[in-house]
Structures are given as C-alpha cells and as structure tokens.
C-alpha cells in the first residue's frame, strides 16, 4: 500500500485507533533499533505509550516561547494584509 493511502487511511482513524497506530509504530521502530520498550503489566495503551515517550530522548517543539516564529507569522499575517487592502 502507498503511504499517502495509509496516511489517508490513518486519517480516518479514531482518536483511539490513532493512538493505538503511534504506539505500534512506536514500539515497531523501537525493535528496528534493537529496543525493547515492552514492559509487564497491565497499563491502558495511552498511559503505556506516555510512559514510554517519557523514558526516551525524544524532542518536542512547542509553540510556547518561540517569539521568532511568532514575529514571523505576525509578519506575514501584516503583509497579506496589506495586500487584501490594496
């Protein structure tokens, strides 16, 4: 199956059955790494997934304190708006 019909697809997930992908994917490219993110016991697949995401290096960016990207979209937000007035 080409990507962009199993990104489609994945599109039209639940919120569960999307979360359920991520922690699939998660846990597939984990092994590819010589990784065992498996742990015992019974946690709900979002709380596992969470715990997880906490135990690795993994980055996320956050809008929060990003004033760069802020002055640039305030900026082209300023432009197309002098654009719409002429």
Known sequence: MPLSELLSAASQLT???KLRLI???LLEVAK???CNLESPGHQAPED???SQLASTEATVWSPYDSYEA???LSNLLEEARKENDA
Do not use: R, S
Request: zero cysteines; proline letters at 0%; glycine letters at 6%.
């Open 15 to 17: 919120h569960q059955d």
């Open 23 to 25: 922690h699939f994917l």
């Open 32 to 34: 590819e790494e010589g």
């Open 48 to 50: 596992l997934l969470l």
């Open 70 to 72: 802020a002055q640039t």
